[in-house]
């Protein structure tokens, strides 16, 4: 499919990212994901700072508890949500680092 997708093909989610530049321009910029492989997506990811990426989930009206929570390699949480948006959907993912772990026998 991806081989046969000409630019057109991603209007929707490019138009989308003008609509949020346009909005949403004073929010902290995330990384962009227009890809072929999933032509109707827009990805907003945001590296280390998890509030950043709830600043835009508040803006965009998204609840707290349609938010998914994991693990990754034990050293980082990944927030991930989904929206659909303008005609595309907008998928938000948030890495940030996990505290490190108490070590056991020292004092608090």
Do not use: C, K
């Not at 499919?1 to 003008?18: C, I, N, Y």
């Not at 707290?64 to 949500?81: F, H, I, K, M, N």
């Amino acid at each position: 499919m991806s081989q046969e997708l000409t630019l057109d093909g991603l209007a929707v989610p490019v138009r989308v990212l003008r609509l949020l530049a346009a909005d949403f321009g004073h929010l902290p910029a995330p990384d962009i994901e227009v890809s072929t492989v999933f032509p109707e997506r827009l990805g907003l990811h945001f590296h280390g700072n998890l509030a950043d990426f709830e600043t835009w989930r508040d803006a965009l009206g998204i609840a707290p508890d349609d938010v998914a929570y994991r693990e990754q390699s034990g050293t980082t949480s990944v927030l991930r949500a989904s929206v659909d948006y303008a005609g595309a959907v907008l998928e938000l993912v948030g890495y940030g680092d996990l505290p490190a772990p108490a070590l056991a026998g020292t004092a608090g």
